[in-house]
């Protein structure tokens, strides 16, 4: 190979690059070590005590900051650890504009966690720059973004938002779960911090809880480091050595479930039973063209409504090959009913402020034969 990069697909294989110098072993070895012994005790090694550092931990960092762009990678035991160290970087007095339709895990750690820390949050459209940049204030620090959002996929354009916070110095963090970096890279559109739940399509096979934090700027790696050893939510060395497994069949996982999505989706449009469909890549969604320029691919979720409660029910009772369950990302396909599991602990009238109705339903479209996922679907809509 000369010295030019690799494209993402060769680097999330790992490949020669992983090769164990000690042994030739193909991968990265599972270092289940706690502590490191110290050759000169006047100045320990690369690594002291795992919660510090771990070379399995660190294998995985380094990929996923590669694959993001950034110069730093933190891996934590769950997204919302991950999610929590970044919200860690506020102090009191501080100010977070987010999103309304925010994951929430995330709503849950800043209205019932931070708050008690004199973190200050408040909820926007963020779909909608003007409201992104009416909701800033003097004491804003933080911009906290997710698009494609959960569950309707609703778009918010990384590059202005991220720009209207850099302009007044406020950090700009985007939750990149549902686009990966393969599909979209928020450093590139402007922003400090891009998290993950590493759960999801990172770790791609509803196996393991994981996390991860890329950073672009140094000085902001120091403070995430700090953070990530302070709070110490990391990832264990053998869940790292998992995630790392996981992520080398990213790509083709990815491509086959998001076309396997953008199929289904078109297919939901015309399904009698399907009252509205909710996907980027279908060419009514009102954020099409800013996805398509902020990211290469609708990606692998879709959420449709079936127009009623009962019609909900009948179709989650009817489906024999998703799992019904919350999550999503995994090799299998999982339909989740937001109403009743992700959202249920909002107040029904926020709910429906968001469109979140009691006849709404998500799709992970797994790596099922997408026929066989579509008449499953098709005979559940129908009430068969
Ligand atoms: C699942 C999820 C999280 C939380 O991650 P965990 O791994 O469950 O802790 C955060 N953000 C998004 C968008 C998610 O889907």
């Not at 009698?272 to 009514?284: A, I, M, S």
């Amino acid at each position: 190979m000369s010295d030019r990069k690799t494209r993402p697909a060769t680097r999330l294989v790992g490949g020669r690059a992983e090769v164990d110098p000690a042994t030739g072993a193909l991968g990265v070895p599972v270092v289940m070590a706690s502590t490191f012994h110290h050759p000169d005790p006047a100045s320990p090694g690369p690594y002291d005590y795992s919660r510090s550092g771990n070379p399995t931990r660190g294998a995985v960092e380094s990929l996923v900051a590669d694959l993001e762009g950034g110069t730093a990678g933190f891996a934590f035991a769950s997204g919302m650890a991950a999610i929590t160290t970044v919200l860690a970087l506020l102090g009191q007095g501080d100010h977070v504009l987010t999103t309304r339709d925010l994951y929430g895990g995330t709503y849950r750690a800043l209205t019932g966690l931070f708050s008690r820390f004199g973190v200050d949050a408040t909820f926007v459209d963020a779909t909608d720059p003007a409201e992104i940049e009416a909701g800033l204030r003097p004491g804003t620090r933080m911009l906290w973004l997710e698009t494609p959002s959960n569950p309707l996929l609703r778009i918010t354009d990384l590059a202005r938002a991220c720009a209207l916070a850099r302009e007044r110095g406020v950090l700009s963090v985007v939750d990149n779960t549902f686009m990966t970096p393969l599909r979209q890279r928020p450093l590139d559109l402007g922003a400090d911090v891009v998290v993950h739940s590493a759960t999801k399509f990172l770790g791609g096979h509803s196996d393991l809880m994981a996390g991860v934090v890329v950073v672009g700027e140094p000085g902001l790696a120091e403070q995430v480091k700090y953070l990530q050893n302070a709070l110490g939510g990391v990832l264990s060395p053998h869940d790292a050595w998992l995630l790392l497994r996981g992520i080398k069949t990213l790509k083709a996982r990815f491509d086959a479930e998001e076309q396997a999505a953008a199929d289904l989706a078109r297919r939901l449009v015309g399904h009698p039973g399907v009252e509205r469909v909710f996907y980027p890549g279908l060419p009514g969604h009102p954020g099409a063209g800013v996805h398509r320029r902020q990211a290469s691919g609708p990606g692998a979720v879709v959420s449709f409504d079936v127009g009623s409660g009962d019609r909900a029910l009948e179709a989650l009772r009817a489906v024999r090959i998703p799992a019904v369950a919350v999550s999503l990302g995994g090799v299998e396909s999982i339909l989740s009913y937001p109403w009743a599991m992700s959202h249920a602990a909002m107040p029904p009238e926020h709910r429906l402020a968001l469109g979140i109705t009691p006849g709404l339903l998500r799709l992970s479209v797994g790596l099922e034969d997408p026929g066989d996922l579509w008449e499953d679907l098709d005979r559940a809509l129908d009430g068969r």
